[in-house]
């Protein structure tokens, strides 16, 4: 099916759209967390759009825990590692060990995390084109969380940069004291000085990694949250402008839908409980995250998640989306996660769309930074291109199927 204007010419026209809504929720309604009344307020001005423009809406309850005061994992490794460097002469294995709890640190963190028992309460907005009034799931469920994170402690960028190289930083430090213990356990004569050194640059690390986690004890007074317009309004504000063109064409599928989730940053909450909701979804509904496509200048496809036993993600929707993007790369998340990982777990077909830099997330991630002037519209466009491609390359398929 071609239409006119072309894609790249609609995607162009889209970006105004998306911008416009990434102002609203990131500048006029401002930092979301899960269950707030700045949430609500978003999820009334996605419901009022929506139904505008002729979707079918339903806001289902989320039971979800909030966002942790202190990360229980985090502090364990912090102690590891302040401990390790000073303790290699005589316990080597805890140095020996130490470089591969760092690697598992995350993963660990975020099922800690999820583990949580649900104490609050917010929602999920379902929206789905009600033209025949099918009652069958869609095929397509096209996905953004709406909550925005907790911000970190820190104000001055500078700072924030070196937090946002600091698993990378302690990963070296734990690799150093890790050599230091194995010339030892190998019986070399290694100098006071260095093995002091080490240990020293070791517990430093420790020091911060340990006082960002509990911080947030010390002031919970000032905690202070992210406005996120690029985590998430970006995705957030992209599928809503695609929603409203889709619904101003006539003839176009009636399966795909829309989900707009809470409390992904405080454990996948959201997407867990519309997963309990909806698990006969998994054999008929593919299932496409947007999660911070705002920023930098490479788009990325998840295609795992995790270290050990890492998830995969869908093989038909990644061949689709190089099929949509040439220019797309693959992305191996081994320090966060996404709303598509809890879709992938449950046996969905599902994949998680991302942008950055090189270095993927930048200073501003989670910080009081992420604002509406960090949005590079040259990639809005590059998403909305990619995903209209996606969208036309499943509507020409005889059977309108991804999976
Ligand atoms: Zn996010």
């Known amino acids: 099916m071609s239409s006119l204007p072309s894609i790249p010419e609609k995607a162009e026209s889209l970006v105004v759209c998306a911008q416009t809504h990434i102002q609203v929720l990131a500048e006029k309604i ?4 899960a269950g707030s009344v700045a949430e609500r307020q978003s999820m009334d001005y996605l419901s009022g759009l929506l139904s505008q423009w002729g979707y ?11 966002t942790p005061l202190y990360n ?12 390790a460097g000073w303790m290699s002469t005589f316990f080597p294995w805890v140095a020996l060990a130490l470089p591969f709890l760092l690697m598992v640190l995350p993963q660990w963190s975020r099922q800690w995390v999820q583990s949580r028992k649900p104490t609050s309460c917010s929602e999920n907005l379902l929206a789905e084109l009600d033209r025949s009034g099918r009652s069958s799931p869609p095929s397509l469920l096209l996905c953004a969380h709406v909550d925005t994170a907790r911000a970190l402690p820190l104000r001055e960028p500078r700072l924030l940069r070196i937090y946002s190289r600091t698993m990378d930083i302690l990963q070296r430090f734990a690799w150093m004291i890790f050599a230091v213990a194995l010339l030892q356990a190998w019986g070399w004569q290694v100098a006071q000085g260095l093995i002091y050194a080490v240990a020293g640059l070791g517990s430093l690390g420790a020091f911060w990694l340990a006082a960002l986690q509990l911080s947030p004890l010390v002031r919970s007074e000032e905690l202070s949250y992210s406005p996120g317009a690029n985590d998430n309004a970006s995705g957030v504000g992209v599928l809503l402008a695609i929603a409203e063109q889709l619904a101003e064409r006539e003839g176009v599928s009636n399966s795909i839908a829309f989900l707009f989730t809470t409390a992904e940053e405080g454990g996948l909450y959201g997407a867990r409980d519309f997963i309990c909701n909806h698990l006969d979804w998994a054999r008929t509904t593919a299932v496409v995250c947007l999660d911070m496509v705002g920023q930098g200048d490479h788009l990325y496809y998840v295609v795992k998640e995790g270290v050990f036993k890492p998830l995969q993600t869908s093989l038909d929707l990644q061949n689709a989306l190089r099929q949509a993007n040439p220019s ?19 046996g969905f077909h599902a994949i998680g769309l991302e942008s950055g830099g090189k270095s993927l997330a930048d200073w501003r991630y989670h910080s009081i930074y992420d604002t509406v002037d960090g949005i590079n519209p040259q990639m809005l466009r590059e998403v909305l291109q990619t995903v209209l491609i996606l969208l036309e390359n499943y509507t020409e398929k005889s059977n309108a199927s991804l999976i």
Do not use: K, M, N
Not at 30 to 33: D, K
Not at 332 to 345: E, K, N, V
């Open 56 to 66: 079918r809406v339903q806001r289902e309850g989320v039971a979800f825990a909030p």
């Open 328 to 346: 797309i790369q693959p992305l191996w998340h081994t320090l966060r996660s996404g709303d598509y990982a809890a879709f992938c777990q449950a």
């Open 30 to 33: 401002g930092p979301r967390p």
């Open 72 to 83: 229980l994992p985090y502090l364990i490794g912090a102690a590891a590692l302040g401990v």
